[in-house]
């Protein structure tokens, strides 16, 4: 392969140009500029991007952080930040914190070590301060509005609300809401949501799980064991609604006679499983997307005058309802 | 934080001999070796990833290249290599071809100029030997046993016939094993497996398709519309017998009464998905973390005999099947 002696006696001009070219610093002439686009091309020449980042302390890889990739909506979100980096130029570094906070922190740093340009942040475990001061562009996706970080996310509160007065317009009188851990702006927001849908004419509850099926399977086997009323499920990911859903359907309940359900996200999933999963769905790959545009903006020092894109969810029915 | 220099002052030695150490280069006796890890411990160093690099041509990343990150088996194999990697001290970077070549090809690129460890490849469209020409340590991963590359793959001819054999064994006369794209190897040798299993009192057709969802969809929905008889389906992957199930039920038939399925992988979602589907099911967090081992030990120039590991599949029987 060529290296940068042989691009610079190629272009006429000195190393410590193109090394100013590659590194986008300090002035090159016009004729310059051209002399080493040329003899770049002709002799095939990739600068090495680790010598590069030492000097320039930047690499085009962009760090995107999951909480959960088993959830089918992380694999979704994924491939559409990853299908709009690499249309940009840009590598994504995928990477699962399993919803543990050591996990993260270590991608993190080690990231951090080899001068990622920038982070995605589709979790929650962290605190926003310390993506703030790592000083690298950090946008945040998929979480609440209100973060300190710019963020692209869906309008929880609207479209929660949407899914809760679904279930009380198809005439669900005793509702409950399966709301992700505590600790989740988004789910905090969803659940405002819901309780702002809900009405004198019925009764709720909240139950506290995560966004898993897993535990939204277990809570709610063992609560319908104890035989309250429930005809209405609203759960805030729909991995968590299918969850609901095979626990209704070994409870030997009916879905939707017995037992209306709507989920959250709009998982390709939701539509797979008998018989539809009524939800709430976010634009999932223009989530991505824009998350994504947002921070190559950044990266590029283009304007950018949103730092905060708040896109809107829609109702998708099927099955789970009446 | 700390720099090489204070490392150097507080073990009593010189800074060339550190960087010997760190970089596992040439001699350092016992006593330097013990006083520079004392020194590292006390003073908390953390060695930066992309200086080391420069001097070591190496990173502790694996790069982990997936076909399909929306085929849930994917997502279950990133987690048990994610795993593992972490608990040996490798980070992993999450790469989805998308079954896309110029992609797996931009991926590989971009990794080997950061200096990547190693890869661990679970796609299929690079030839093996643009792998071998890295001169880097590759393991692959469901893939074929009979692959250069030294790898970790189940056995796809034994776990196909075990699949096809149970389908006969329940009644099916008239099958079909859809299979995935004729370039995959693991395809081909679950397609002898199938064969393996036929006996004279049925007939059989192989359709080919991949091993998506959506491919799976279509084919079954066209294929079911041409009336001819079809009691017993083999599918080389589990996320395309969900496209197929779902075809069959909108077709009016009945799983398990009139059409039989048996798939291949053992996601959880075949759980999930009524009445559950009967697969032929892979150790699929052990594949990931045999690879891993696998990989590591090769970075790490450890004894490592085995280039290739088979691991059995079982037979999951869920309501798929009579």
Redesign the interface.
Known sequence: MANIKQVAKQAGVSVATVSRFLNNKDYVSQEAKAAIERAIKDLNY?P????R??TTKQ???IGLIVPD??N?F???L??AV??TA?ALGY??????S?EQQE?EL??I???R???VAGFIVASNLISEQSYLDLNIPVVALDRSPESLLPNVSTNNFEAAKLGASYLIERGAKHLICLRGTVDVASSNERVDGFLAAMTEAVDYEILIGDYG?DNAYKLMTTYLQQGKPVDGIFTCSDYAA?GVL?AV?EAGLRVPEDIQIVGYDGI??GE???PGLTTVAQPVYNLGEQATRMLVNKLEGKDNPDTRIVLEASLCVRGTTK
């Open positions: 990739r090495n991007q680790v010598a980042s030492l690499t085009n890889l990739i088993t089918p992380f694999p979704q994924a491939r990853e299908d690499l590598t994504v570094v995928l990477c699962n399993d996990k270590h991608y740093a080690m990231l070590q080899t001068y099926f299918l095979k359907k390709q999933l797979l499983v008998p």
